[in-house]
């Protein structure tokens, strides 16, 4: 089994998928969507015969925010297991932070977990409300993510991988932002706090967007 988590967009997604057929000599590909978001799934058409996983969006939903060429053929409702060369893999559906339905990857052996967006290393998150992004959700998650798996290496949706301290300090950015939005006079040692995190393209606002 070839596990693909997310596929990128535009021409790194073509590339991407250019590396994985050098490599799959014809074995069965399961691709993971971690979430909705065009940056992660803008290459799912390239994987024609391959599983594409996603979280339970639906169909109709889908199709208001992504591209019916990169729709997933199943909905993850909860949780599923694959063996990849020895390697025991969870794929869970943990519900509502990032999106309504964000999908963890976990790597039992090599305790490794791949978060999608729920975690951020140096970014300020994009928070879209009309596909679910809430900020008690995210902190609920990741809290989950710290309590039920035995983490030594997290893959961020943006930013560089590092250990379970990242989860710890994107947490606490949004404790920090909660906060700020409730007390003004912190808003400036909060800017100061996170001068040196960086925006996503789509997130120009940044550190505003967030405390909003």
Do not use: C
Not at 33 to 48: F, R
Not at 108 to 132: A, C, Q, W
Not at 153 to 174: E, N, S
């Amino acid at each position: 089994v070839i596990l693909i988590i997310d596929t990128k967009m535009k021409q790194g997604a073509e590339r991407f998928h250019r590396w994985v057929m050098d490599r799959a000599e014809g074995k069965r590909i399961v691709v993971v969507n971690t979430h909705i978001h065009k940056d992660h799934t803008g290459g799912n058409h390239y994987y024609e015969n391959a599983e594409i996983v996603a979280g339970d969006y639906g169909s109709q939903f889908w199709l208001q925010n992504n591209a019916r060429e990169d729709m997933p053929n199943r909905w993850l409702v909860d949780t599923m297991h694959l063996d990849v060369g020895g390697e025991i893999v969870t794929i869970q559906n943990i519900g509502q932070a990032h999106t309504f339905d964000d999908v963890v990857v976990y790597l039992r052996n090599r305790k490794t977990i791949f978060t999608g967006d729920l975690v951020l290393n140096g970014y300020h998150p994009y928070l879209e409300e009309s596909v679910g992004a809430n900020v008690d959700d995210y902190i609920t998650a990741m809290n989950h993510l710290m309590q039920d798996y035995d983490i030594a290496t997290v893959v961020p949706g943006h930013g560089k991988t590092g250990d379970q301290d990242l989860i710890t300090t994107f947490r606490q950015y949004f404790l920090d932002m909660k906060s700020a939005s409730e007390d003004i006079d912190l808003t400036d040692a909060m800017r100061k706090k996170y001068k040196s995190y960086r925006s996503l393209p789509v997130n120009k606002a940044g550190f505003d967007q967030t405390l909003s």
